[in-house]
């Protein structure tokens, strides 16, 4: 089969960590007999050092003419002084907006091999973690209106419509029917209005899943729980702003945000996927970067774009089989580990494929 693959590199260790991912994709390809050609497109710093905005037309209408988009990371401190609609983090929300990617989903994996890089307590974490967190991507706080009065106030306006809260409650639960048939649903209904509308509409979509079983928590003891009793959770579903925060905290009970990938979806099956850290300026351009969060997101785009489930298994079982050999990025280095780099760490993974 022929696939199309719109990819963005972008900034700081985005183009290294795509560049062993691609590695990977093609050892997939040359295994399962499939084709991948590769558009490569400009967004955020790089695009607006090269075209003076953060998300160029073509990028966007080669990315809609693709079967799935990959994507390294944006941003920087490069251009922290760019004003704040030019800035390479507004191409990213632009891009989220252009190419209808509504769902966020990032999954939360403790693997069994890197058990002793979670923070919390053994009987915490019991025998590992796999929590699903659905954000939704494109309303509320970070897409209403905006203003400012001057230098005496400044607002950001959190808005949901029925609509787009529907959508986001009805990928949580169809996700959850095919993991543990639970969902968290994560608000602020106790203080927000916009959180008490968000609640009443996840509770009517949750009839149209009896076999899921529903509850509620406040941001605020979300966060909470997520520490002190993670396996409580299967699947969260949450609002923009709530899971992006909540996401960050739910990796980092993996041992490092580096091992942790996402998919942004759409209606259909059309995903852009990406590694859900940052684009770590301090140690780009040296081979230090851990590639496995977006080799990870290409299983995802294999499995959730392109219907390519065996492809995806195999990358999946060849990183866990690359970590029980002992190989380590810096992140996730430990004593008695073999230390790698990120070339060496996606080699390794394509010789487990």
């Known amino acids: 089969m022929n696939y199309k693959i719109a990819v963005i590199p972008g900034d700081g260790i985005g183009p290294e960590i795509v560049a062993a991912s691609v590695k990977v994709l093609d050892a997939v390809a040359d295994k399962f007999d499939h084709t991948f050609d590769y558009t490569e497109v400009l967004a955020g710093g790089a695009a ?6 953060p998300l160029p037309q073509e990028t966007i209408d080669i990315c809609k003419n693709s079967d799935a988009v990959l994507l390294g990371a944006l941003g920087g401190p490069k251009w922290d002084n760019v004003p704040g609609d ?3 983090e507004a191409g990213l929300l632009a891009l989220r907006k252009s190419l209808g990617l509504y769902a966020n989903l990032r999954p939360a994996i403790l693997y069994e091999e890197l058990m002793d890089s979670c923070p919390l307590k053994a009987e915490i974490i019991g025998d590992g973690l796999d929590i699903m967190v659905v954000r939704e991507l494109t309303g509320g706080i970070y897409f209403g209106e905006k203003g400012r009065d001057g230098e005496n106030a400044a607002w950001d306006i959190m808005k949901y419509s029925r609509p787009e809260v529907e959508r986001i409650a009805r990928t949580a639960f169809t996700i959850a029917m ?9 608000d602020k209904a106790n203080v927000l209005e916009v959180s008490r509308f968000w609640r009443s509409i996840v509770e009517e979509v949750a009839k149209d899943f009896p076999e899921v079983t529903l509850n509620h928590l406040y941001v605020d003891n979300a966060a909470m729980q997520l520490v002190i009793n993670p396996k409580q959770f299967d699947v969260i579903v949450t609002g923009n702003l709530f899971g992006d925060i909540l996401s960050d905290e739910a990796s980092m009970l993996t041992g490092s945000i580096g091992m942790l990938p996402s998919a942004s979806m759409s209606d259909g099956k059309f995903g852009m996927y990406e590694p859900i850290h940052g684009s770590a300026p301090d140690i780009a351009n040296q ?3 851990n590639p496995i969060a977006t080799i990870v997101s290409v299983a995802m785009m294999l499995r959730y774009s392109l219907d390519l489930n065996d492809e995806a298994d195999a990358i999946e079982a060849a ?3 690359t970590l029980a050999q002992g190989y380590r990025t810096g992140d996730i280095y430990s004593e008695g580990m073999t230390m790698v780099n990120t070339v060496e760490m996606g080699q390794k993974i394509i010789e487990n494929l």
């Open 287 to 289: 081979n230090k970067a």
């Open 319 to 321: 990183v866990k089989k």
């Open 86 to 88: 030019k800035r390479p």
């Open 48 to 53: 607006i050092d090269a075209c003076d905005t």
């Open 178 to 186: 095919k993991r543990g048939k639970k969902v968290t649903n994560v």
